[in-house]
């Protein structure tokens, strides 16, 4: 992940005191958006700070209009009613593109992270020239905003944001997609193109995304889990990588590479991988390799293959042949699991990014191998993602708004 901050805010010396002021309004706005506080009187209990100074702070959110006040709130306690505070829906957006190999999807999203807008433009990746690529990318970025978008203003706007599958080599400077879309993406060229929109730009990796938004998600269902704090979150669609959530927040690393698990090497003698190695994890554990090692066992069954991942899973619970490769898939799924398990303490995994789609004999099929052996994985929570389609583009915009986004500075 990376944040470009427009040059004219500079990159100088910060004071203590504007520092403590801007972590100040932002945990202010942090409560109201969250639903936590909804009144002045909530505020300077939850925060500890005088009523004077949450007052200023809250006025200026009003200014700024991030937050609106709504009149006297319903209390049974006795005396004045609070003035209700809530977050202003409609003052403020997020312009979030997410890039697959397919097309490009853009949402545009209110400060509470509803999508208000959402279109899919399609772009074959695998028909453009490797060296334009980028820029052909960014052009129709561009074309979007200023052309296609109905809601789009960027006076209104907080942020770009841009999720793609691929990282951030940080001293290329270039955000490298070749494994997913062939090409790279040089930051002086979204530096050109947050230039001409007048926007920053918060670019994210697409599992890192997923995982965010399924953290939120959790969060919402049971706010006290601290589970959610750390979980391995894994994406399993034309390759196979995981985004660890440590403390609450996304660990990208030192180099800002970490989750890279499908070059696990599970056969040195294997099958050829595009990284150069042989026997990588994602090799046999992705969508399309499970298809395809299905569809190779039910030709030796004799019966017919499934066509597609949907009817694979819709007729391996009830043909031996296709659940015994059904199985053999969770077996090395599981392989792996256990590897990022024993090197990361964390026991919470989460598996998405289309598996979901083989259902729950799958699941425990993994859940049972990942059992079966010794006593380091003890307690192991295994589920499916439940963040939603939207999980990519809401993850971008919850983890700017909560990691990022500053008011003051």
């Given at each position: 992940?990376?944040?470009?901050p427009q040059d004219k805010f500079g990159s100088g010396h910060t004071g203590y005191q504007?520092?403590?002021?801007?972590?100040?309004?932002?945990?202010?706005?942090?409560?109201?958006?969250?639903?936590?506080?909804?009144?002045?009187?909530?505020?300077?209990?939850?925060?500890?700070?005088?009523?004077?100074?949450?007052?200023?702070?809250?006025?200026?959110?009003?200014?700024?209009?991030?937050?609106?006040?709504?009149?006297?709130?319903?209390?049974?306690?006795?005396?004045?009613?609070?003035?209700?505070?809530?977050?202003?829906?409609?003052?403020?957006?997020?312009?979030?593109?997410?890039?697959?190999?397919?097309?490009?999807?853009?949402?545009?999203?209110?400060?509470?992270?509803?999508?208000?807008?959402?279109?899919?433009?399609?772009?074959?990746?695998?028909?453009?020239?490797?060296?334009?690529?980028?820029?052909?990318?960014?052009?129709?970025?561009?074309?979007?905003?200023?052309?296609?978008?109905?809601?789009?203003?960027?006076?209104?706007?907080?942020?770009?944001?841009?999720?793609?599958?691929?990282?951030?080599?940080?001293?290329?400077?270039?955000?490298?997609?070749?494994?997913?879309?062939?090409?790279?993406?040089?930051?002086?060229?979204?530096?050109?193109?947050?230039?001409?929109?007048?926007?920053?730009?918060?670019?994210?990796?697409?599992?890192?995304?997923?995982?965010?938004?399924?953290?939120?998600?959790?969060?919402?269902?049971?706010?006290?889990?601290?589970?959610?704090?750390?979980?391995?979150?894994?994406?399993?669609?034309?390759?196979?990588?995981?985004?660890?959530?440590?403390?609450?927040?996304?660990?990208?690393?030192?180099?800002?590479?970490?989750?890279?698990?499908?070059?696990?090497?599970?056969?040195?003698?294997?099958?050829?991988?595009?990284?150069?190695?042989?026997?990588?994890?994602?090799?046999?554990?992705?969508?399309?390799?499970?298809?395809?090692?299905?569809?190779?066992?039910?030709?030796?069954?004799?019966?017919?293959?499934?066509?597609?991942?949907?009817?694979?899973?819709?007729?391996?619970?009830?043909?031996?042949?296709?659940?015994?490769?059904?199985?053999?898939?969770?077996?090395?799924?599981?392989?792996?699991?256990?590897?990022?398990?024993?090197?990361?303490?964390?026991?919470?995994?989460?598996?998405?990014?289309?598996?979901?789609?083989?259902?729950?004999?799958?699941?425990?099929?993994?859940?049972?191998?990942?059992?079966?052996?010794?006593?380091?994985?003890?307690?192991?929570?295994?589920?499916?993602?439940?963040?939603?389609?939207?999980?990519?583009?809401?993850?971008?915009?919850?983890?700017?708004?909560?990691?990022?986004?500053?008011?003051?500075?």
């Amino acid at each position: 992940m990376k944040y470009l901050p427009q040059d004219k805010f500079g990159s100088g010396h910060t004071g203590y005191q504007q520092q403590v002021k801007e972590a100040n309004i932002k945990r202010i706005f942090d409560l109201v958006r969250s639903g936590k506080c909804k009144s002045r009187a909530e505020i300077v209990r939850h925060m500890n700070l005088s009523a004077t100074s949450v007052s200023v702070l809250v006025e200026e959110l009003a200014t700024r209009k991030l937050i609106d006040e709504t009149g006297p709130a319903q209390t049974s306690l006795p005396g004045r009613r609070p003035i209700s505070l809530r977050l202003n829906k409609s003052a403020h957006h997020l312009a979030v593109f997410s890039v697959k190999p397919e097309g490009v999807r853009f949402a545009l999203l209110s400060l509470e992270c509803r999508i208000l807008e959402d279109k899919f433009f399609p772009l074959d990746c695998h028909t453009l020239d490797e060296a334009t690529a980028g820029d052909t990318y960014i052009e129709l970025f561009d074309d979007i905003l200023r052309n296609q978008s109905r809601r789009f203003n960027p006076s209104r706007a907080v942020m770009i944001g841009v999720c793609f599958p691929g990282i951030y080599i940080e001293q290329d400077h270039l955000f490298h997609t070749e494994t997913a879309l062939g090409f790279s993406l040089t930051e002086e060229s979204i530096r050109r193109f947050q230039q001409r929109v007048g926007l920053s730009v918060f670019l994210f990796n697409s599992t890192r995304s997923m995982a965010y938004a399924e953290k939120k998600y959790l969060d919402t269902v049971d706010p006290d889990a601290p589970e959610t704090r750390n979980m391995i979150f894994v994406e399993i669609r034309r390759g196979i990588r995981c985004s660890f959530i440590t403390n609450g927040d996304i660990y990208p690393g030192p180099f800002n590479v970490s989750g890279e698990i499908g070059h696990f090497t599970i056969d040195y003698r294997g099958r050829p991988c595009t990284c150069g190695n042989r026997g990588c994890l994602e090799r046999y554990v992705n969508l399309n390799a499970i298809l395809d090692d299905a569809r190779q066992g039910a030709r030796i069954a004799g019966i017919e293959p499934p066509e597609t991942l949907e009817a694979l899973a819709r007729r391996y619970p009830d043909e031996p042949a296709l659940l015994a490769s059904v199985q053999q898939s969770a077996q090395l799924l599981a392989f792996g699991l256990y590897s990022v398990m024993c090197s990361s303490g964390m026991r919470r995994i989460v598996l998405g990014g289309g598996i979901e789609v083989m259902g729950d004999i799958f699941l425990r099929e993994v859940y049972h191998a990942l059992c079966s052996r010794t006593s380091l994985i003890r307690h192991v929570d295994l589920t499916y993602a439940q963040a939603g389609p939207d999980a990519e583009i809401l993850g971008v915009a919850e983890h700017y708004l909560d990691k990022v986004f500053t008011i003051t500075m």
